[in-house]
């Protein structure tokens, strides 16, 4: 219930745009790279690197930005013992805040904190597989340099950590993304 009304009120907050309020729309691929599958009875599984992708619409308010984020991307299990091509994906939908800090030259470090929601999917060949909504977290830094008016090219890097993960046999799972990200930002 407290991660629903938090959710609801981060939204929310989104949605207020004051005066001075500038828009942007932005978009990233990167190389989501996965840390070990970890289950709480000390068991780990290695995981694949695979593609991240993000797209973004926000708002910026001076240094401070706002934005409502969607993400997904895929991992392969790097040890596939019976051959049946397991893998984990996750869907993110998540509210993040930023702060650029002005570095002069067009040239933004920026330094960012998000939270929202995790849809990670399991499957494998044999197996339709489970789907389960999670809360998530995410924390990262980048940098961000002005190449017109309105477009800014970035690069950063996001710690991406869903909490609550179980398997279709209902054991805990902890699962944490290191995402190197590059893309763009149009601001209106």
Known sequence: MKKTLFLTLLFAGLSLTPANAAPYVSGTIGYGISGDLV?????????????????????KFGEVRTE???????????????????QLS???????G???????????PYVMAGAGIANVHYSNDFVDGSTNTHFAWQLGAG???????NVL?????????????????NNDLSWTIHNVMAGFRYEF
């Open 68 to 86: 409502a984020a969607i993400g997904y991307q895929q991992h392969a299990f790097s040890d596939d013992t019976f051959n049946v091509n397991p």
């Open 39 to 59: 289950y709480d009875n000390g068991l780990r599984e290695g995981m694949d690197s695979g593609v991240a992708l993000n797209g973004a619409v926000g708002y």
């Open 143 to 149: 940098v961000a340099c002005k190449v017109s008016d």
């Open 153 to 169: 090219v970035d690069v950063g890097y996001r710690y991406l950590r869903p909490t609550g993960v179980h398997d279709n046999s």
């Open 90 to 96: 996750v869907l993110t939908v998540m509210g993040n």
């Open 98 to 108: 930023y702060y650029d800090f002005a570095a002069g030259s067009g040239v933004k």
